[in-house]
């Protein structure tokens, strides 16, 4: 069985998340007829294509964020008890 429809997208910033974002901008109006402003499944489709939860907006892979951000899990204090 082939996951790879499932996988979760790397995280994109920056110029990769804009490249993507007025990508799938463009193709929205062509294919879809609406204005991407106006349609809330535009914003889910452009969050998941680039790595994030479609409804929060957050990471879909922390650990992957936390690498990008040039830190670690592991390097984090813990709070003092």
């Given at each position: 069985m082939?996951?790879?429809?499932n996988a979760t997208p790397p995280l994109l910033l920056g110029?990769?998340?804009?490249?993507?974002?007025?990508e799938l901008y463009g193709r929205w109006i062509?294919?879809?007829?609406?204005?991407?402003?106006e349609d809330p499944e535009f914003?889910?489709?452009w969050r998941r294509a680039?790595?994030?939860?479609?409804?929060?907006?957050?990471?879909?892979?922390?650990a992957?964020?936390?690498?990008?951000?040039?830190g670690s899990t592991h390097d984090r204090e813990k709070p003092a008890e």
């Amino acid at each position: 069985m082939d996951d790879s429809a499932n996988a979760t997208p790397p995280l994109l910033l920056g110029r990769d998340a804009n490249r993507v974002f007025n990508e799938l901008y463009g193709r929205w109006i062509d294919e879809h007829g609406v204005d991407p402003d106006e349609d809330p499944e535009f914003l889910r489709s452009w969050r998941r294509a680039t790595g994030c939860d479609p409804e929060t907006g957050l990471p879909m892979n922390p650990a992957e964020f936390t690498a990008l951000l040039g830190g670690s899990t592991h390097d984090r204090e813990k709070p003092a008890e």
